[in-house]
């Protein structure tokens, strides 16, 4: 059973709590749990890991190099100004989705800009948490076109 | 049942025939029975349209005001330069996601900026011809967040 | 007794029903009601003509070379990013005047630059359907300055 | 019946000397008066001010919010670099009305943005002295859309 | 042998009438005229084709990949906004010379670019009708470098 | 019987050595002698000139204007860097021709803008030596439009 | 006792009337006789002067060059434009201190730039007319670092 | 007694070492005693907390939308670049001001800028480490305007 | 005799006093002495003027277009920022040349550019108030070229 | 004998690992052994860090204001967008020079920017591992020019 | 007696057969006659030096480092574009005067900017040929301010 | 033994003379001298050339083509505007280190770009002489990485 690590960034923690209106009023715990069940479902075993730090993201990224087949990434604020955790992903040989949870495209300029899209194989956003399991799905789905 | 329209834009009748290792070898006759088959699953009636005319497009989507309760479109290289069609879409009451079937964000900067984003509620790119099941799915779980 | 073509592009054959709080109430059919009345009060007669297709209203102004005195042009969308559009109306001998229902400065950034704008003789923006009427009163002028 | 202030900025004074060409033969008094006679015929107390002080003008506007129910003004080069007049402009109630003789899209580029446009209602480009008229006949009409 | 398609865009139709001074006295009808002669004499067969609609040049193309060795286009104002008629030539497996009867570069600067010219092999402007004879030569020539 | 120069710039000289896969095969000596024979036909006689340095094309261009009647210009990297050589041509009374051997427009984007290109009557590019022939064509065929 | 200028520009006399959601419900006169009251407390002689008027503003800052040791400045707009403005206050030897009521960069992008802010010594914005009296305590600290 | 936290950001742990000339000679921890005391005359309790590590900080942002009624923000060269801090900022309920200790306006252009700035309330910036004390009272001052 | 005006904005009133290790030591009261001396001996009457009020300076533009022959402008600040003061220079028959007593190019970038200067005949920078004097032998000599 | 900080950022951890072609294939043990045996020879004493931490690196660096005369500095993806690192650097007293395995320039436009450049004395990019021994010779050498 | 070399770029030896409408119809030798003249009356012994080679104009520069107490410099094209020769006069000890025969800011835009004028002292355009004596008489005057 | 050439452009025959706290006080013959020596050390000829011509610095790198295995190349302001250089280094096989004594990130915008940077193995800046011995380091090391 293949291994996928769920991977979280900044102010994701507060999911549920933060501008509900905005990001959704289900709480991260949540998120990971149906993500466990779909996974299941899936044939997919998924790691779900979330820090405010970005040494600490990178460092998941090296680990999941060692027993992950794909990652789902939705990085907070740092999506649009790490280069370093882009490099990390870069890094990582399996697929790679990201997801947001808003549609960045429809808010201030400066999140239209990802530094990660271009490493990642897709990318999801504005389907709130759903846009998790769908990322879910595509990795379960393999190679595209 | 809910009535959804899967909207293509220019070029996308060649798919399967055009830049295969891009676009993948699936046609798009073919995608659009799949959808049929999920839309069935999922409980939405999905109606199919291609053109290569922006005004034909445009046209779609006004009739889709009248009985459609969501909208999936893959505008081609018109997502990146018609404000006429995003327009249109501004006048689409129900959820609309943007579908690529590349990842825009790893190819040439023109193809960076869509027009539609910001007029749709969701935007899925890189899933290849599976981004159009993900946004069938994406319709039918209903309102964000 | 001069002719003016009245030439309305995409979307605008929704005025009235889409999002009467920024375009109005009054559809399209009753603006050129009271342009005819106008017109004729005015001592022009006047054609009224819509698509949402640019290569139609291209046809429209090689149509008005002929036998058209002024021109009145809402391009909709198209006014911001049609060359082709602005290009015909190049070949326009007539005097022309550009009409935006609403104040596009107030709006989004695309919405400010026209590439019509440069080629028309006047600019009537924010005066809602009247500014229909203000563009015939200009026309039936004669020349600036 | 209601007062209508007709603000004139900077070089205005000398219209009818300066570029006939470009700015037409008739002078700033010929204008105003047209403008006295054609407001009395809406229902419109119409009271003209011309002045090269952006601190005059900005005092005048302050003047008109207290017994003026509309405005046009016509600043000249400072529609291109007065925050503070367009500040002013922000500050009054009633609709203003826009006014530039010239197409300012078919001149020079510093031309093309007004501070004073996303201020406005409307905007009026390129009628030559009708223009003014225009305006008045747009605030007679009442409110948009 | 092989045949050709060239394929003119918005407003070439007006060719000889449009601005003598600038596009020449010529009519499209002589260039084809001309076309066909100078193909013939290549061992060239030349299917010419005009449209004001961007929908219609893209049909061609797509049908062009069925019949044609090789392809002339001069979209007009198309060639300076239009993504979708570039992905269309990115499809098509010949040769593909742009022409401008104008030299584009000499000209306002949204004329400067075009989309079409990166999908190209070759581009020629500037040499008036004859820029068409010199493209077939071109494609008569057979593979660069 | 008209005299016509082509001139050369920096790195020509490496014609046919330096990456043939991207400028072709032929040397720079093999090219201008078929020039000479074309322009025998054309009724043209050809005189060839490179160099490496831009003054010394600065003193062709000025020797060119008191007895040549066209000039084909290929300058290579100065094409993109050069006001004072685009001065030179400014100087040169006859018509221009500029060529590039590549396409640059599908190249990096500092060789999109030719400093000699809004000078020249006309340009070609990316149709490889052949290029520098329809380029004397042009010159022979005479006026534009 | 050391003498201050708290000199406010282009529409700061209407505080209190103006848009009092987002600039406060205190008049100007009201701040002034505040200001005058905590400069006693801090040893510190206040005088206060407004206009709508740059050379009347440029006019105060060269007369407080005589006997003023400092500078509060809220030039309104005029900060955003006014070079000569900023040269006045680059002649002033004492301390500065700019003042804005709200905070400037949570507005339109205009407003973010001010051609003061780099001549001054300190720049408070969004205080509202606290941030008057804390720039008051500000210079009466003494020398920074 | 309200809580207020005072949050520095990397490198200003060298208070009163770094660059003395430009950041003053006194250092973090007496700048925060003064705070304490100063706090408790304003009847704020004052927590102080430093870190170079934007994720500490982060988190630090989150601990005290539990317990802190306003927020200090000193994030130094994270200002200019943390989205991720901003949105942490955006998620706490209450008043919030930034401080720099020097003009950044007067310095390079990257600090020109800062992320945090339209998320905080008001923004203090070449105070000097009295900037943190004119913060305290504009907290302890209440809502603005 | 012919008359000429020299006309210096904001800020020179301080000429002398004001940072003389960039402006010069000399006031203007003397500079203007020795222009009306050295205009004298060229045949010109000088007309002096300084104001700090850009409307001042727009009035006596338009009194010089009655009976001056040429004009001397230092715009101080107001040269990088007046489109009004530009339009009034405009409006000028006569010769003009703008003079800055610094060097502008090797300050600040906002001061590298000058409204005036593309309606000047003649810009003079750097020369210190021998500026004035080389622009008075300027307007002397007549016509260029 | 002089100590030196050697400093590596994230993802320098996978050295020989991570795209050998691209990064080379001595791991980051092997190198700080090298470098180690070179100072030695060189009369420096080396000490080597890494971390994916940002804070952590800054850490360093101030650690090494207590005890380095040196520093090389490899900050990863961080050079390009870490001003707090840069920061950092600024307040080390001693010789700084930064490296880059591979030739920045040639890759994509966001690394050809180093927030540390500026801050360093010298620059070594492109060298692969070599560029630290090389940057150890410099630091040896002692001051510039 | 003090030496002045007057040095001129490309294209300046065609002065009085090209564009003699905008560049004047006197030549190169009889501005260099009046110039040595003028010289001899202000104590000053003329050098005049013409060339099409940068590199040629470089060597001038170096020379005068020897034996020149100033310098002239009418670059031509290389103004704008070269680098080198503005690093060579930033190794001239003496005063230099940029001159421009034509106002440069009145033309297209890549006229307005000068690599060599940050670095000259004083810069003259727009006054024709008298625009070399009035910098002699600069150069004759000594220093600024 | 293999033979490198060292290349230097414009200015640099000043060096020990020009700026020397900017440059160095070493003269580039000693430097030359050190060069060979080392270069004897490492196994490799070293050829020194230095040229204030554009023209002749590409002829070298032509001649270099024929013998040389590397190059050492320093081309002063001509890195920052010669593309046609930059096309010469393009056709050299072997590899290629670009120096610069001073580190030109910390010096004037216009420094930052180099042609060449992209062109080279390796680019080395801020190490003085030194630069060039570190660069026939890296040549004689051999491949990267």
């Known amino acids: 059973m293949a291994r996928v ?3 979280n960034g900044p102010n994701l923690n507060l999911l549920g709590e933060r501008e509900p209106g905005l990001y959704g009023a289900v709480s991260l715990a ?4 149906r993500l466990a ?3 299941a479902e899936l044939g997919l075993e998924v790691r779900c890991r979330q ?3 970005e040494g600490v993201l990178i460092d ?3 680990a999941a190099r060692q027993d992950c087949a794909g990652l789902v990434v939705n990085a907070g604020g740092l999506a649009h100004s790490s280069i370093a955790l882009a490099d990390a992903l870069r890094a990582f040989a399996g697929r790679i989705c990201e997801v947001h949870l808003t549609n960045v495209h429809a ?3 400066f999140r239209h800009h990802s530094h990660l899209a271009p490493v990642a194989d897709a990318v999801l956003c504005g389907c709130g948490p759903l846009g998790y399991e769908l990322a879910l799905r595509f990795l ?3 190679a595209t076109p």
Chains 1, 2, 3, 4, 5, 6, 7, 8, 9, 10, 11, 12 share one sequence.
């Open 51 to 53: 820090s405010n730090h």
């Open 107 to 109: 808010r201030e300029p």
């Open 37 to 39: 069940a779909l996974g």
């Open 5 to 7: 690590l769920v991977l």
């Open 140 to 142: 379960a789905a393999g």
């Open 30 to 33: 949540a998120i990971e749990a």
């Open 60 to 62: 998941e990224v090296h």
